[in-house]
C-alpha cells in the first residue's frame, strides 16, 4: 500500500481547530481557511502514511477528544 496519505493539525495560534487526514495537504489547508479563516495553518504530523493506518490514527485523536469530523 502506499504511503500517500498526511496526518495533520488545523491550528490558530497554538490552538488545534482540527485534527484530519489528506492526500493533498495544500488543498485541505485552503479549505479550512475558508471555514476557520485565513489566519490559520496546517502543520503536518509525522511522515506520509498508508490511508488504513491514517484513518486508525485519526480515530484515536477523536477517542483523545481532539476536534476531528468524527469527533
Not at 42 to 52: C, M, N, P, S, Y
Amino acid at each position: 500500500m502506499p504511503r500517500d496519505t498526511y496526518k495533520y493539525h488545523f491550528k490558530k495560534g497554538n490552538r488545534i481547530v482540527h485534527t484530519g487526514i489528506t492526500n493533498d495537504l495544500d488543498r485541505r489547508e485552503q479549505e479550512h481557511k475558508q471555514t476557520y479563516g485565513t489566519s490559520g495553518h496546517i502543520k503536518q504530523v509525522g511522515h506520509a502514511a498508508t490511508r488504513d493506518a491514517a484513518l486508525k490514527w485519526e480515530g484515536e485523536q477523536a477517542e483523545r477528544g481532539k476536534p476531528t469530523r468524527r469527533g
